[in-house]
């Protein structure tokens, strides 16, 4: 379908022959779910000897009773391992609870209300507060910023990450702006890997913004590669120590999408004078983690060794599903001007711009057919695609049929949405 | 001793006397703590069966995967648990994280912040905040308000609780006071359980304080008592429900006391519309509680009755230590004038009020002879006990040999100190 070329006549008859698929596709009252990002039940069995491998031995390899209180930043084992994934020190992380969304929103609000240091007092001293959102990006950082009253700046995304010519020069123009949102690995949702140049260039962010601009590096997809071909991420923190910037950047790890979601260890990453004015915060809402859940985890994945082989396990259930949408858009879209994508090779999405003006009624044609896709408008600030373009495609959960299926509704729901808005404009 | 009898020469002669006890104790070398209130790893292990607990059956009651995400109110179960335990009903409790401290700051910083919706602006927008704290009491509290700027006005503790004609007085009084803090049952430190009319008049505080007036009730002792002859704490929700002042209390509880400290359960209870708003709030910080070990808590302690045995073992431990601590108090200083203390049957504090002006000296003393005891002044806001009194004692970490070697020294250095003081008085 050449739909900048086709007259009304022609618009009209590719309406009619797709409405006639679509009600095909209806009769076979689907239910399935493309929405959630989140681990299969198979997946989840992966880590079941979590429960009871402890095997009676609570004692920390240092010889700390986990049962008790105290150990605000973690046990020394989690740390070495959260170290490895996050390309850091071990006296650069802190392990924490079950909730890396906590850690963030925990940051964020430390800066705003608290500061960090003298170097980088409260935000709220300083009154608007701005932040960099590459978009599309991830709808509960933006909730974060709306809940405490950060106003939210679209960046546009590229290929090789967020477009750094139009962050420099953002944060240039306006000292208001203290953060960007950043999923440097396999980006929710589009699945790109940032390049090496854009570490680099995102690592001096903190030679042009103020003491108190933060980095939010939300490295949450950093060991979910699909095969060995998967780009690597250069290590931000060695890039900050070449450029004296080890303050302004703050990384973020959790193994919810490694072992149990929302039933494992969570990381922060930062300088050790960021985390030391973090851990004083921190320290006045909890006595600590729970650290038997932190043993356990170790004693599952000891090493990064044993992390890494851990992840090819899942990377074996999740790769048929990626192919498979990606196999569904290739054969569907490609060379046409219906929409374009990205093809990760690792993290739970895959995301899918349609011509201007269409997410909205796709979305809303698969639900009629019985498919489920995340909220057009859910991966920007605000909820508001300014385009009407972005869907995100979440296939971890439903079978590899289920997945097939939901792309054939996906294909000819995108065609006609896109058929029915030629016809209008 | 007599001390305020006592001539000069009198008190030179006890001083002398009561400096060689202590030079002799000091002999002893001795390394011994009463400043944490931890259990001890006798009681963390009556709760080791918790790994490994679920035997590979990780589905909830209700069929609810607990290795997944979501579930922001908790467990069906465990949320019958909690009911229980804090005499409310399931509909009025949400189980969270491993730590009710968390949950607490969460509900100040969600006042203050955000508020409890329309009938409870947040107090942020009523400039000046100020909270009752009771003393003594628990300095992680004082250390919640300290953090967010709100200002701290002392009450004096009774054997019944709060003084509450004080309490009455100064709400009606300012209405700035936004917010009150008990440890209705076992209070720390002083270990009172707050009696029937204080919990009437604590629900109908509601009626004359302003609509975003939290009473914080944490009742982390709530099923610790060490006998039978315990008193019981009538339920504050039943009040409330019979004033219709249900929203004006914020109740909270955690395991971290009942199976391991820092790896359980925590609880807050309060009334629909509370417990709704808060979810709002919460739900932007964290995608839900870790389930898995709501589960293995479930596992181990079905309902009120197991927890209730489970309960009995842990006394077994800890009054022998407790019965120590007081028999030494009773022989040591029973009919004198040189201390006061409550008897409590539960919790993990005894609290004693020394002379005015020696509390300080006392644990100076005990401290250069091996006995650690928790700073003086710490169980007030602000460090600042006013009459420099009052002292906490810890005892269910050391042995029962250990309690009584401590209280040995606490004797001697509590008679020194007090003659000493008032030979300069």
């Not at 702006?177 to 680099?200: A, H, L, M």
């Not at 790769?319 to 858009?329: S, T």
């Not at 299926?405 to 995108?414: D, G, L, S």
Request: proline fraction near 4%; glycine fraction near 8%; charged fraction near 20%.
């Amino acid at each position: 379908m050449q739909l900048d070329q086709a007259n009304q006549d022609q618009l009209r008859q590719w309406q009619t022959e797709l409405s006639a698929d679509y009600q095909a596709l209806q009769q076979q009252a689907l239910n399935l779910d493309l929405t959630r990002g989140k681990p299969s039940a198979e997946q989840l069995s992966l880590s079941d000897a979590l429960d009871g491998i402890l095997a009676g031995n609570y004692l920390a390899s240092d010889g700390t009773d986990t049962r008790n209180y105290g150990g605000l930043d973690g046990l020394t084992e989690a740390k070495q391992l959260g170290a490895d994934v996050l390309q850091v020190s071990t006296d650069e992380i802190l392990v924490g609870g079950n909730s890396s969304l906590t850690l963030m929103y925990q940051t964020v609000l430390a800066a705003q209300q608290f500061g960090f240091g003298e170097q980088a007092p409260a935000w709220k001293s300083e009154g608007k507060v701005k932040f960099l959102c590459p978009v599309p990006g991830y709808d509960r950082h933006f909730s974060i910023c709306e809940q405490l009253d950060i106003e939210m700046v679209n960046v546009n995304m590229t290929p090789t990450g967020p477009d750094m010519d139009q962050v420099e020069a953002m944060i240039k123009a306006d000292s208001s702006i203290k953060g960007i949102w950043c999923v440097p690995r396999f980006s929710n949702p589009t699945g790109v890997v940032y390049s090496d140049e854009t570490v680099e260039r995102i690592a001096q962010l903190g030679k042009i913004a103020s003491g108190n601009f933060r980095v939010m590096w939300d490295n949450a997809y950093a060991v979910h590669s699909l095969d060995s071909s998967a780009p690597q991420l250069s290590s931000l923190m060695a890039a900050c120590h070449k450029y004296d910037t080890v303050d302004s950047v703050m990384q973020f790890a959790s193994t919810s999408k490694i072992t149990h979601a929302g039933a494992g260890v969570a990381f922060v990453a930062s300088s050790k004078a960021n985390l030391a004015a973090f851990k004083k915060i921190l320290g006045i809402s909890t006595i600590g983690p729970d650290k038997v859940n932190q043993l356990r985890h170790m004693r599952l994945l000891p090493n990064i060794d044993a992390l890494s082989g851990h992840m090819q396990k899942h990377a074996a259930i999740v790769k048929p599903r990626f192919d498979c949408v990606l196999r569904n858009l290739e054969a569907d879209f490609a060379n046409s001007e219906l929409g374009t994508w990205e093809k990760p090779v690792g993290g739970y999405f895959i995301s899918f711009d349609t011509r201007p003006g269409c997410a909205q009624r796709v979305v809303q044609l698969a639900a009629e057919a019985g498919v489920k896709l995340t909220p057009a408008g859910a991966t920007f600030p605000y909820g508001k695609d300014p385009a009407d373009r972005n869907i995100r495609l979440a296939p971890t959960v439903p079978s590899v049929n289920e997945v097939e299926q939901a792309m054939k509704v996906f294909a000819v729901c995108v065609k006609l949405a896109s058929v029915e808005a030629q016809l209008k404009a």
